[in-house]
């Protein structure tokens, strides 16, 4: 079973570059989540999709962008990158109901100078 | 607004020791709970949830977790801990209309020979 499936798993960009991080499930789930990972701060949400074709921002979005491609994958973009955002991002998927536990990626690490 | 507290950043303990890695939690709602234990460079599993019924709660690798309503608190514990225990933890809310998680911190458990 692949769960939740991230690309790429490392990646070095130049500041003012742009990326596309790729996230995709194979469990049918309906929500679908973007965070960052940073030393001593948690996880953070910077997207969500709760259901196919809507997206809403979450703690950290400015510097990002989603799109919910279909029910399987969310992507998050980066326009033009900054040193600020490196950091190691994961994006996890759930049935949506707040009871329900969230399944995570292997996490993208990226690096930015 | 929820959130979580991870007081300890940082746990050493001995192989074979007990261990307790503290959660404290904050919420207008009724909330569930959850433990997710991160290896090193790898995504986050789910260690064990609290949804309701029982306080005390089993999870995976011999770890529970106790409810405490009154207190707040959703400690994780383990009656004795192996050097494969060795991960960070992360303690997680959620509740209410939304069904985004709130992470803490972090508690880094280094457990040695």
């Known amino acids: 079973n692949a769960g939740v499936t991230q690309t790429p798993k490392f990646q070095v960009l130049k500041t003012g570059q742009s990326m596309t991080l790729q996230c995709a499930q194979d469990?049918?789930?309906?929500?679908m989540y973007w965070y960052r990972q940073d030393p001593g701060m948690g996880l953070r949400l910077i997207y969500y999709s709760a259901s196919e074709g809507t997206t809403d921002k979450g703690e950290v979005p400015n510097g990002y962008n989603v799109s919910r491609l279909n029910k399987r994958e969310f992507s998050l973009r980066l326009e033009s990158a900054a040193p600020s955002q490196t950091s190691v991002y994961f994006c996890?998927?759930?049935?949506?109901?707040?009871?329900?536990?969230?399944?995570f990626g292997d996490g993208t690490r990226l690096s930015i100078l | 607004a929820q959130s979580v507290t991870q007081l300890d950043s940082q746990v050493p303990v001995f192989e074979e020791a007990p261990v307790e890695l503290r959660c404290n939690y904050s919420?207008?709602?009724?909330?569930?709970l959850f433990w997710y234990v991160q290896y090193p460079n790898q995504g986050l599993q789910l260690l064990l949830k609290y949804l309701s019924g029982s306080t005390l709660v089993k999870g995976i690798n011999g770890f529970e977790a106790e409810f405490n309503k009154s207190q707040t608190s959703f400690h994780l514990r383990k009656p004795s801990v192996h050097i494969s225990d060795t991960a960070e933890y992360f303690c997680?809310?959620?509740?209410?209309?939304?069904?985004?998680?709130?992470f803490g911190t972090g508690t880094l458990l280094a457990v040695q020979p």
């Open positions: 996890a998927s759930s049935e949506g109901r707040n009871n329900q536990p969230q399944h």
């Open positions: 997680a809310v959620s509740g209410g209309a939304t069904n985004k998680l709130i």
């Open positions: 469990m049918n789930h309906n929500s």
């Open positions: 919420s207008s709602v009724s909330v569930y």
